[in-house]
């Protein structure tokens, strides 16, 4: 058998591998003499993808509905993974954290843009039949976006503020989760009775975001940037980047989605303008009633005090 110079390269790298991990090399190699090459649809599963599609009735328009939210659900897990390498980066370098998030920007900018599809691609009437087949299910309970918050700032920063100033870094994480912002879209602070929404959504989940809260509390986001030098938290590039974010999550995705509800809610004038979960949705999602900001330390005062304010009420 003749080896180029790279192919006797690339085997002692492949030997040095499999030593490493106390294998046998030659039962490794042989074993690539019966395996099958691989395909497109076996690498991306594309079969297993393209059955999970589950109408609830027999509108064509549902198919829409139930694809683009499963499409938003892939972008949310793109989305985390990113995060998670700035969380797990041991010394991060400006390039690299700036890098990284501008990647994690671009897929809520997709997101956003990509609302036309719901907005202009549904039949009113379509949708206002299936929809309730839904109840009393919501895009509230979608996990995933709720991980992206924890990962990205202090949880002080997603508590609702009418309680923020009975908070602070140090309180307890059950507290703290008891009074998030998106509990006032299903929870009766007087009362503490909790909707059907909310109680499943925290039987489902409750235990899992306890854990995010707390293995992100000092590597989210605005921890990585907080633990950068003195010099590079000055970074031009990187404060931009970190602004984009903050205002695309926070003002331009969530009007898009709230801009989008409305006209199927509300304009269509064909529903009774409450959402499937039951909430307040409109107060819940305007980002000038929830002033959810990740990053305020990077907002001047008067920004701060405008916050969603430029947008249609």
């Known amino acids: 058998m003749n080896l180029t110079d790279n192919s006797e390269a690339i085997l002692k790298e492949i030997d040095l591998k499999f030593q490493a991990i106390n294998q046998k090399t030659d039962v490794q190699l042989e074993g690539l003499l019966w395996a099958k090459p691989i395909t497109y649809w076996d690498y991306i599963q594309t079969d297993a993808l393209l059955n999970l599609q589950i109408q609830r009735t027999t509108l ?28 797990e980066k041991e010394n991060i370098q400006v390039d690299f954290f700036s890098e990284r998030l501008s990647r994690i920007t671009r897929y809520f900018d997709m997101l956003t843009n990509s609302f036309s599809i719901m907005e ?18 919501s895009g509230f309970q979608s996990a995933q976006y709720r991980m992206i918050e924890f990962a990205s700032t202090n949880v002080i920063n997603l508590t609702d503020r009418r309680y923020k100033a009975n908070f602070d ?81 926070n003002i ?29 949705w409109q107060k819940y999602m305007h980002p000038k009633y929830q002033r959810r900001i990740f990053f305020p330390k990077l907002w001047t005062e008067e920004e701060l005090s405008n916050w969603g304010n430029e947008t249609e009420v």
Do not use: C
């Not at 009113?124 to 299936?130: L, P, R, S, T």
């Not at 898009?256 to 409450?274: D, P």
């Open 120 to 137: 202009n691609g549904m039949e009113v009437d379509q949708y206002m039949k299936f929809r309730n087949t839904l109840t009393p299910a």
């Open 169 to 249: 870094e140090n309180t307890d994480l059950e507290t703290s989760f008891e009074h998030l912002y998106w509990q006032a879209a299903g929870k009766d602070y007087h009362t503490g009775e909790k909707s059907y929404l909310l109680q499943e959504f925290e039987n489902k989940y409750k235990v899992q975001f306890l854990r995010q809260m707390s293995t992100f509390k000092t590597k989210n986001i605005w921890q990585k940037f907080s633990q950068l030098p003195e010099t590079d938290q000055q970074n031009p590039e990187l404060i931009s980047a970190m602004r984009h974010y903050d205002k695309t999550v």
């Open 252 to 280: 331009t995705w969530v009007m898009q989605h709230l801009n989008t509800a409305r006209k199927y809610i509300l304009e269509s004038g064909k529903g009774n303008g409450e959402a499937t979960g039951g909430s307040d």
């Open 60 to 87: 064509p328009d549902e198919m829409v509905f139930i694809m683009y939210h499963q499409v938003n659900e892939l972008i949310f897990k793109m989305i985390l993974w990113e995060i998670d390498q700035i969380a």
